[in-house]
Nanobody, 123 residues
Framework: QVQLVESGGGLVQPGGSLRLSCAAS????????IGWFRQAPGKEREGVSC????????YYADSVKGRFTITLNNAKNTVSLQMNSLKPEDTATYYC????????????????WGQGTQVTVSS
């Protein structure tokens, strides 16, 4: 069984920083793509950032571009999301997803999901 576990969420003031981590466990052939998605109460889930584990290509939503950075470790079984200059609108539950198809971002209908980690940005 393949599992994804998110960590690093918390409460931070506007302008602060957090680093999220997504770790994979269990036996697997590996993921082609890993992505971060977020969902705030009353809003639809949105893609935040993704990375291809083979090519290293990345994707960033316009709302986070220049503030967030996604990075793979050398083993390609963990991915971090460095979040700087956080804004109240970044408040959401952040989910890590692993995709089995090509491209940069996972297909959300076919991906494996973690349990999520809460990020709250408030003054």
């Amino acid at each position: 069984q393949v599992q994804l576990v998110e960590s690093g969420g918390g409460l931070v003031q506007p302008g602060g920083s957090l680093r999220l981590s997504c770790a994979a466990s269990g036996f697997t052939l590996g993921y082609y793509t890993i992505g971060w998605f977020r969902q705030a109460p009353g809003k639809e889930r949105e893609g935040v950032s993704c990375i291809s584990t083979t090519s290293g290509s990345t994707y960033y939503a316009d709302s986070v571009k220049g503030r967030f950075t996604i990075t793979l470790n050398n083993a390609k079984n963990t991915v971090s999301l460095q979040m700087n200059s956080l804004k109240p609108e970044d408040t959401a539950t952040y989910y890590c997803a692993g995709g089995f198809l090509g491209g940069t971002c996972p297909d959300t209908r076919r991906a494996s999901w973690g349990q999520g980690t809460q990020v709250t940005v408030s003054s």
